[in-house]
């Protein structure tokens, strides 16, 4: 199983970047997907989950109306594309992959996933 995670880089505040994860080793269309971000000396936070379908999505409150989750079963890989980026969104941003049990159709908590990648770095300067 592997979940490699791209697209992190230096951004001002008010930019935008959009991440990408790339999966293989699982059968992917199963397995609910979530982006969660990390800074030193903190367990990792909740950012965005999509369902296996791609058809449902949530977000953490503070990131609602400025990311964007994606997915595309086809070519196996999930998106966040991240617009009005702030200081505060400064952190490792790490994918990460859940099967789909048939019923939760997303999770919002890290203990809930099975398989996670080893993250972009994402810097936002103010």
């Known amino acids: 199983v592997q979940l490699q995670a791209s697209g992190g880089g230096l951004v001002q505040a008010g930019g935008s970047l959009r991440l990408s994860c790339a999966a293989s080793g699982f059968t992917f269309n199963r397995y609910i997907m979530g982006w969660f971000r990390q800074v030193p000396g903190k367990d990792p936070e909740f950012v965005s989950t999509?369902?296996?379908?791609?058809?449902?999505?949530d977000y953490a409150n503070s990131v609602k109306g400025r990311f964007t989750i994606s997915r595309d079963n086809a070519k196996n890989g999930v998106y966040l594309q991240m617009n009005s980026l702030k200081p505060e969104d400064t952190a490792v941003y790490l994918c990460?992959?859940?099967?789909?049990?048939?019923?939760?159709?997303?999770?919002?908590?890290?203990?809930?996933?099975?398989?996670w990648g080893q993250g972009t770095q994402v810097t936002v300067s103010s």
């Open positions: 999509i369902s296996a379908s791609g058809g449902n999505s």
């Open positions: 990460a992959a859940k099967y789909y049990s048939g019923v939760f159709i997303y999770a919002t908590r890290a203990d809930e996933y099975d398989y």
